[in-house]
């Protein structure tokens, strides 16, 4: 009929999408010029028998001489994932489950009901949390390393630093029970925010005695009465800075509002840390003190100290 296919299709998108054509100005602003057929002229497929389309004679011709149309059923969106046909599952877990746990239940389910040919991929924060899981024992090494080379350059020493660090494994057990005996709470990334947080306040009040007794020693008192005399007079402080802090995460630990569960997550666990670390380091460090340094000097050098 003399009809080339494109000028079909353009008489089809003009009319009922749009065409853009040019623009105009007009008033000091500047119009654009879009094509496109009436509202009640595009409101149903049958109404594309009114549109008409120049043949190469210049005559027109009207389209449903030319298309035809039938109604089908189709996906109005097809999702792909690596260049693969998916299908998005998304879901929360359940109340008294961590992330971690709720993983783990997808990908065995996954294991055993998928056909072959079926694969899963995880995506969004579920894939950042699985990615970033494997890191946070890294995370953990790495602080540690680093607090224990700022005391080794603070005492000097290789050994004395380590009656410091032991009093790290107290304040993580305290954390640990405190979010166990929380039933609402798990060892989320806020959990473990907290704990990188307890390295540094549980090696403080480590440091408040350690510190005092080392500098005694050195100077040739007797280990064990330096000890005592450091415990005793760094006692207050220790509890002081101690409670201050206890008392400046309640605001944390009783949140409430958006986001109170990250912020409780966080003070519940800075809180049984602290707790554990107050009252139970205390009496661990000064014996785990005397032990090193026994270990470390030596009984012949503690004695040269002693008669120096």
Request: hydrophobic share 50%.
């Amino acid at each position: 009929m003399g009809v080339s296919i494109s000028d079909a299709f353009s008489t089809i998108q003009s009319y009922l999408g749009s065409s853009y054509v040019n623009d105009f100005t007009l008033y000091n602003r500047t119009f654009r010029v879009v094509v496109q057929a009436d509202t009640i002229y595009r409101r149903l497929v049958s109404d594309m028998d009114k549109y008409y389309v120049r043949d190469q004679s210049g005559g027109m011709l009207p389209l449903s001489t030319l298309i035809s149309y039938n109604p089908i059923e189709a996906a109005p969106v097809i999702s792909h994932f690596n260049i693969f046909r998916s299908a998005e599952v998304s879901g929360v877990s359940g109340q008294g489950y961590s992330s971690g746990q709720t993983i783990d239940a997808l990908k065995e389910v996954a294991d055993r009901v998928l056909p072959h040919g079926y694969g899963y991929e995880f995506s969004g924060l579920c894939y950042e949390e699985i990615v970033a899981g494997s890191q946070t024992i890294y995370i953990f090494m790495l602080s540690l390393t680093f607090v224990f080379l700022f005391l080794a350059a603070l005492y000097e020493s290789w050994s004395v630093p380590f009656a410091v660090m032991l009093a790290v494994p107290i304040a993580a057990f305290g954390a640990i029970l405190a979010l166990t005996c929380v039933p609402f709470l798990s060892n989320n990334v806020y959990a473990q925010i907290g704990l990188v947080t307890l390295i540094g306040l549980a090696a403080k009040n480590a440091i408040l005695i350690v510190e005092y007794a080392k500098v005694r020693v050195d100077k040739g008192e007797d280990l064990i009465q330096s000890t005592i005399d450091a415990v005793s007079l760094r006692l207050r402080p220790i509890l002081m800075t101690s409670f201050a802090f206890i008392f400046g995460v309640m605001p944390l630990v009783f949140a409430t509002g958006a986001g109170a569960v990250a912020r409780r997550t966080i003070g519940i666990t800075v809180l049984g840390g602290m707790i554990a670390a107050s009252s139970l380091a205390i009496f661990i460090v000064p014996v785990l003190f005397v032990v090193i340094i026994k270990i470390a000097y030596g009984k012949k050098h503690l004695k040269d100290l002693g008669s120096h």
